[in-house]
């Protein structure tokens, strides 16, 4: 059974930095596309960044693109995001999630399971 484990989450100032960690099992980890997403109060989840599964291309959302990293290491069945330059506007909670697609892509189609997520908060 899939389980996803988001870690690495705090309180940061504006100009901060955090690099979150997402432990998943369940899945041969190494042959699904990964990706990032987050949901803000009163928002929709969205996407934040994907990783492929050969971990060779990613795709950021605009609002990140240049101040986040998306990698994955496939020894460690997990996945990272490193934030910098971290705005009030980057506060949600952040989740990772399998591609519903083994050997998918591009992009990534979340499973209908999430694990608890990682709360980020920025403060201005």
């Known amino acids: 059974q899939v389980q996803l484990v988001e870690s690495g989450g705090g309180l940061v100032q504006t100009g901060g930095s955090l690099t979150l960690s997402c432990a998943a099992s369940?899945?041969?980890?190494?042959?699904?596309?990964m990706g990032w997403f987050r949901q803000a109060p009163g928002k929709e989840r969205e996407i934040v960044a994907t990783?492929?599964?050969?971990?060779?291309?990613?795709h950021y959302a605009d609002s990140v693109k240049g101040r986040f990293t998306i990698s994955r290491d496939n020894d460690k069945n997990t996945l990272y995001l490193q934030m910098n330059n971290l705005k009030p506007e980057d506060t949600a909670v952040y989740y990772c999630?399998?591609?519903?697609?083994?050997?998918?892509?591009?992009?990534?189609?979340?499973?209908?399971?999430w694990g608890q997520g990682t709360q980020v908060t920025v403060s201005s």
């Open positions: 990783i492929a599964w050969t971990g060779t291309g990613t």
């Open positions: 999630n399998f591609d519903s697609r083994r050997f998918g892509g591009p992009g990534v189609r979340p499973l209908d399971y």
């Open positions: 369940g899945r041969t980890f190494s042959n699904y596309a």
